[in-house]
């Protein structure tokens, strides 16, 4: 597929991550003390914005040496972002019970869910936001080394954390997830999570496994979720989703029969819909049942296949 043919939501970070700059220390030192470069702050996942022009919401910028100041002037808590330009954005990760846009930032934006947010930012900012997230949610996950337990420090700019006891190097996780719609003839199936509402219905996902390709893992699922005999798989897109660390791999898949069997444990029952009841549910138009936004690729999925033609 063309590379701008589409985009979901957390993709898109227009920064050059400069991957070759990482490891220069004096450079990204430079840069941090740099009073053109900027910063951005998440606070226990929350990320700062402030209201756009255009009444929507933006990332809110900081001067990077205040990001400096915030994370103590180590690089703990401090992430390069890349460069926009030439100008070097950084992030800064910020912990506690105590709102900082309260305290040292005030007045300077507010801490806002980004699922909350996501389809109100420019969907650069989603991106970048995004990246920030999962690298940091990373970080808090793997402080200690998974090869002999030590702490580990960070390097490169926070890209990488290194054991200083046995030397391991440890990188960025990221986790597959493959999310698909099963279609046969001319209906498509959603499913209701065993945990989720009654009436939120959306499409099927599961972990990709050690050893499978991705067509392996969405036939095994829709197998083992909803007795599906998957006999084809397209791709559709990815979508980063930073909850932590995921990459969704956005399928439509043929199944050979409509005779769905819940497993009870993942999934709790089972619609089918027509393209024509499939937009409706994205519009909200069918009674008592609920479908994702167009910020998850489940909905992009499930819009993509109701729009083509019979
Ligand atoms: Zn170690």
């Not at 700062?48 to 900081?62: C, P, S």
């Not at 498509?188 to 009436?199: E, F, I, L």
């Not at 969405?218 to 998957?230: D, I, S, T």
Request: one cysteine or more; charged letters at 25%; proline letters at 6%.
């Amino acid at each position: 597929m063309a590379l701008d043919a589409f985009q979901n939501t957390f993709a898109g970070n227009p920064l050059n991550r400069a991957s070759e700059r990482r490891g220069d220390a004096a450079w990204l030192a430079e840069k941090l003390a740099a009073s053109d470069s900027l910063g951005l702050a998440v606070w226990n996942g929350r990320p700062l914005v402030e209201t756009g022009k255009d009444g929507g919401v933006q990332i809110a910028y900081l001067r990077a040496d205040m990001a400096r100041e915030l994370a103590d002037n180590g690089w703990e808590r401090l992430l390069f972002m890349g460069l926009w330009n030439e100008t070097a954005v950084f992030a800064v990760d910020l912990e506690g019970g105590v709102d900082p846009a309260d305290g040292p930032l005030q007045g300077l934006g507010r801490f806002e869910d980004l699922r909350a947010i996501a389809l109100r930012l420019p969907p650069a900012d989603a991106g970048i936001l995004a990246t920030a997230k999962s690298m940091f949610e990373w970080r808090r996950r793997h402080r200690f080394c998974a090869a002999c337990g030590q702490p580990s420090e960070v390097a490169e700019g926070g890209w990488k954390r290194v054991c200083p006891s046995c030397n391991a190097e440890h990188f960025p996780r990221t986790d597959p997830v493959v999310i698909m719609l099963p279609v046969h003839g001319d209906r498509c199936m959603v499913g209701r999570g065993a945990a989720w509402p009654k009436g939120m219905f959306s499409a099927l996902a599961g972990f990709l496994e050690p050893g499978e390709s991705i067509e392996e893992a969405c036939a095994r699922e829709l197998f083992e979720e909803a007795g599906l005999r998957a006999t084809s798989v397209r791709y559709h897109s990815t979508q980063p989703w930073p909850y932590p660390s995921s990459l969704m791999i956005g399928l439509i898949a043929q199944v050979d029969g409509d005779q769905a069997t819940p497993d009870q444990t993942e999934l709790a029952e089972v619609r089918w819909f027509t393209r024509a009841e499939a937009r409706d549910l994205l519009a909200g138009k069918v009674e008592g049942v609920g479908a994702p936004t167009l910020m998850a690729i489940a909905a992009q999925l499930i819009k993509a296949w109701a729009e083509e033609a019979d």
